[in-house]
């Protein structure tokens, strides 16, 4: 039994917290909404991200980031990409020994191009560091929580930190593998988010199964010479971190990612498209930092340059379709 104090009250978060406390873990949430606080403490329920699921009774939730430090030597960190820093920081500045951070986002920061992971280990005081790891993969947290099968992959340098994440998460409906490749196992699941919009525009078009198929086949391809560029092995790609949550993510209403797609592709400005969701889509930022890492890079990336038009430019989605299939010819 381990104390984890979960930071972030969205929908993942929500539902690892009800795993860890399944799993008989002692389960402190944090965040700052406190109708989110009481209907988690009082209702057990958080029915602004995930309506209608009941969490276990031991899960608690607090505003109070003293004793939300205080509670865990085990912080699982989900929050979005762009808040990880402000919150990491002020944690760092309440820490007195070594904590072991998990984190859940799936982003690459705008800028910096770092990973989440490097993200926190630039934020840390090196002796509050006691090891930084990802839990990632297929994995909507609306099928976690009512305990429908699922896989993911866990990660870190460090085999015992990937060895903690797998003990703490692992069930009879989370199945948990390790993979030793970070690198690969964080960008698989921050870019697989800048294909999935663009996989929500082709639905929102009108298309069918052909052009999902292409576009999720050769977003893979894109997502793998930027991750041989960067150092991480070509395999993880063609597991739960790569392809694994490339298709969930590409194909299910659940994802948020997808959701913004489609609304662009039924023809809404991004901002409009924002307006009638109630979640942070972090592929629009990674779609940022993916297209200025692969321009410094030297990386061909068509899919996420044609979204980019779309997000940053204000192209219409259509010339983004014809110039994707008007590219020239070229073997596979």
Request: glycine share 10%.
């Amino acid at each position: 039994m381990s104390n984890v104090t979960v930071f972030g009250m969205g929908s993942f978060g929500t539902a690892l917290a009800n795993v860890l406390a399944e799993n008989d873990h002692n389960v402190l949430m944090w965040g700052k909404n406190e109708q989110s606080i009481s209907d988690i403490n009082e209702r057990h329920q958080n029915s602004r991200y995930l309506k209608g699921a009941q969490l276990n009774s031991a899960i608690r939730a607090t505003a109070d980031l003293q004793e939300a430090v205080e509670f865990a030597d085990i912080y699982l960190i989900a929050l979005p990409t762009k808040a990880i820093r402000e919150v990491v920081g002020q944690i760092d500045s309440l820490l007195s020994d070594k904590k072991t951070f998990i984190h859940v986002a799936k982003g690459i920061e705008n800028d910096t191009f770092k990973r989440v992971s490097e993200m926190i280990e630039d934020t840390l005081s090196p002796e509050h560091n006691g090891g930084i790891g990802v839990l990632s993969g297929p994995s909507h947290a609306e099928e976690v929580v009512i305990k429908q099968p699922t896989t993911v992959a866990a990660s870190s340098q460090s085999s015992e930190v990937s060895q903690l994440i797998q003990d703490l998460f692992m069930n009879n409906y989370l199945r948990v593998y390790t993979n030793d490749d970070l690198v690969g196992v964080e960008l698989g699941g921050a870019l697989k988010n800048v294909i999935a919009i663009a996989s929500g525009v082709v639905a929102g078009m009108g298309y069918g199964d052909n052009a999902k198929a292409a576009l999720i086949t050769r977003g893979l391809a894109e997502i793998s010479r930027l991750g041989e560029q960067l150092g991480a092995d070509p395999m993880t790609f063609l597991g739960l971190g790569g392809i694994g949550d490339l298709i969930v993510t590409c194909t299910s209403t659940h994802s948020r990612n997808f959701t913004l797609g489609y609304k662009l592709g039924q023809g809404l400005t991004l901002d409009e498209a924002l307006n009638e969701m109630n979640m942070v889509v972090e592929g629009i930022y990674t779609t940022k930092s993916v297209h200025d890492l692969a321009e410094e890079q030297h990386v061909d990336m068509p899919i996420t340059n044609a979204l980019y038009g779309v997000l940053f430019d204000d192209e219409p989605v259509d010339q983004s379709v014809a110039y994707l299939m008007g590219r020239d010819k070229k073997a596979e």
